[in-house]
């Protein structure tokens, strides 16, 4: 028998869409493997209700461990404790930055191997095969594990389907003696918000600034840009630019931001790292202007403009308003 | 008085097209190769916790697990302003997985035994984001990942990071392994005197019967994450591209194109 234990990320009483995905494919995938899926929620208040409710993914029973929430450690600890219980074969992430470090830990501490950015999973000779894309996403390697297989999903790869409607399972808590490491590490705030509330779900357009565009007082090209287009237009950041403190997190899109899929994304000075495609890929129409014709964005982009942003910019913004009248 | 470790790594330089040998599944590794830039911001946040006075550093160890080639990423972490690096080559290590990789490296820190463990956010290549939390593991140490803000109060690091919900702020109790974002810092230039100098600073090279290490933990042998075969998925319909030379026209093209799809 070959059980799946998936780690459930949750926050102020939500489960996160990206676990739920995690939980959906790894209930079909242990059903082909002979076995069942579990979940395991970490943190110091998680109700009965939140942590049942995976029950409509699929999942046939929840794990509750007392610790606290958002570090890499307690989390390590209580999956150890839990997988000493019982007969798993893997171990898996929704995405997120807990399972590259609780991933890559957990599977150093029960001598398995790990996957990362995963976007596929499918069940072959007994055993589940992991789909990786490389070099770019041009290429897709198959992962095979010896021992625990953990595996951390890409965003947005897996589909939280709810096969059981309004189902709920048993939660069992486990008492968990958390190693040293765990007491050396104390989260102090999580999920700070930086800056304003904006909102880019939303928007049919979304014009995106990156580093390229230097710096805060420049996002007022995306600013005009996304005036020129009127209606529902507004104005995005990749991570570099919210780190940089020239946009609100709110603003973000990827991997630790939102996920978007407006009618036009226009990408200004944006690479389009990995991270960063994660949350855009599904744009109907994907623009970029970069200066650097090697940026990975223009794998992708519907349209590429390779040149100065600076100088293209604001021309497109006044030729779009002349054009509207 | 504190010692620093840095884990730093060998990558295809950017210019270089990668690709994956069929036979092994494998990344083919020739061609020219660099220190991984996320590593520079490790290297970078070492040398301003030394330079601020923030931690009494007196050594900051650069250390890699790489082909012989990798000399030269050692030679760059020195010229950056490293004190010396660590080389551990041996061909047990090929095909080494993460995991692997990581109890090499832990393998290599508890030789030198320093309060502080530092790592880039990501390989270029390798990309699992993970060998930092592999290495920590190995040495009971506590660790945390893509940290963009590290102060040091005794022993007390507060670190800040962007997670799945916001910026996160984190206290972590040295000795630890952190990995730094590359929002950290702006990675200063060598001087040329810097690079002529690298070479004469102190580099040990080690095989894996001299670091101690168990052969059969690491390289094909040892992994428990094997790669085989990549396939290419099915090509998506490449997107129109405009190189600008003449602003107006580029402009032009881009609203007939925006027009053509009722995107105005
Ligand atoms: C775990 C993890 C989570 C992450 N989460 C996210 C996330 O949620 N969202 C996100 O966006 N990133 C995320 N990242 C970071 C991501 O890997 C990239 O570092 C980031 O997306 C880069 O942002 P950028 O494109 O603005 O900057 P860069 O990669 O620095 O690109 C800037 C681009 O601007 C171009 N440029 C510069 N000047 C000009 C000019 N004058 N005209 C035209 N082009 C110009 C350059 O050629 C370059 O391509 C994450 C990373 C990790 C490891
Ligand atoms: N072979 C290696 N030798 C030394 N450091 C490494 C090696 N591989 C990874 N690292 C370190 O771990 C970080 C994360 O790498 P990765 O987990 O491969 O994305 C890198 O930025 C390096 O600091």
Redesign the pocket.
């Known amino acids: 028998m070959t059980n799946i234990l998936v780690y459930a990320l949750h926050h102020e009483g939500t489960v996160n869409k990206n676990s739920l995905g995690a939980i959906s494919t790894a209930a079909k995938l242990a059903s082909e493997l002979g076995g069942e899926a579990h979940a395991l929620f970490v943190g110091e208040d998680v109700s009965d209700a939140a942590a049942g409710s995976v029950g409509a993914y699929g999942a046939t029973k929840a794990f509750r461990v007392a610790a606290p929430a958002g570090v890499p450690q307690p989390i390590v600890d209580a999956l150890d404790a839990v997988l000493s219980q019982g007969e798993y074969g893997y171990v898996i992430f929704g995405g997120?930055?807990l399972g590259?470090e609780a991933g890559g830990a957990i599977a150093a501490r029960r001598g398995g191997g790990i996957g990362v950015e995963i976007t596929g999973l499918r069940v072959e000779g007994g055993e589940l095969v992991a789909e990786r894309p490389i070099l770019g996403d041009t290429q897709i390697s198959d992962i095979h594990f010896r021992g625990l297989g953990v595996i951390a999903a890409r965003l947005n790869a897996f589909e939280a389907v709810e096969s059981a409607a309004g189902s709920t399972v048993p939660v069992e808590d486990v008492t968990v003696t958390l190693s040293d490491a765990a007491g050396k590490v104390e989260i102090v705030t999580r999920g700070e918000q930086r800056g304003a509330d904006v909102n880019i779900e939303d928007a049919q357009v979304l014009i995106t600034?990156?580093?390229?565009?230097?710096s805060a007082e420049n996002f007022s090209v995306a600013d005009d840009l996304a005036a020129a287009f009127g209606g529902t237009a507004a104005v995005a950041?990749?991570?570099?630019?919210?780190d940089a403190g020239w946009f609100p997190y709110a603003g973000?899109?990827?991997?630790?931001?939102k996920t978007v899929a407006p009618k036009l994304y226009l990408?200004?000075?944006?690479?389009?790292?990995?991270?960063?495609k994660v949350?855009m890929q599904s744009s109907d129409a994907i623009v970029a202007?970069?200066?650097?014709s090697n940026?990975p964005?223009f794998e992708f982009a519907d349209l590429g403009v390779v040149?100065?942003?600076?100088a293209?910019a604001p021309a497109l913004a006044a030729a779009i308003k002349a054009k509207k009248g | 008085m504190t010692k620093i470790v840095v884990l730093v790594k060998e990558v295809p330089d950017a210019a270089v097209q990668k690709q994956v040998d069929p036979a092994t599944g494998l990344l083919d590794r020739s061609g020219e190769k660099t220190l991984n830039p996320f590593d520079t911001h490790a290297i970078e946040a070492a040398l301003q916790l030394k330079e601020s006075g923030a931690l009494e550093v007196d050594e900051v160890v650069a250390i890699t697990v790489g082909p012989s080639s990798a000399v030269k990423a050692l030679h760059k972490a020195v010229s950056l302003g490293a004190d010396r690096s660590i080389h551990l080559t041996d061909d047990a290590l090929v095909g080494s997985d993460v995991v692997a990789t990581g109890y090499a490296l832990a393998e290599l820190v508890k030789r030198e035994n320093p309060d502080l463990v530092l790592a880039g956010?990501?390989s270029d290549d390798g990309q699992s984001?993970a060998v930092g939390a592999v290495v920590a593991e190995n040495l009971g140490w506590p660790a945390l990942?893509?940290v963009i803000k590290l102060e040091v109060d005794g022993t007390t690091l507060t670190c800040e990071r962007?997670a799945e919900y916001g910026y996160d702020t984190v206290k972590v109790q040295l000795p630890a392994v952190i990995s730094v974002?590359?929002a950290i810092n702006e990675p200063r230039y060598p001087s040329l005197k810097a690079i002529m100098g690298a070479k004469k600073k102190p580099l040990e090279s080690l095989s894996v019967a001299d670091a101690g290490i168990d052969a059969g933990k690491v390289g094909k042998e040892g992994r428990k994450a094997v790669w085989t075969a990549a396939q290419q998925p099915p090509a998506k319909a490449a997107g129109m591209l405009i190189e600008d030379d003449d602003t107006a026209q580029t402009v032009e093209q881009i609203v007939t194109w925006l027009d053509e799809r009722k995107l105005i």
Request: proline share 0%; net charge neutral; aromatic share 4%.
């Open positions: 997120g930055l590259f600034g990156g580093r390229g565009l230097g950041a990749t991570r570099a630019a919210v973000q899109i990827g991997q630790t931001g990408g200004l000075g944006v690479s389009g790292a990995i991270q960063h949350g202007i970069n200066k650097d940026a964005i040149g100065d942003l600076h293209i | 956010q990501q984001y990942t893509q962007q974002g590359d």
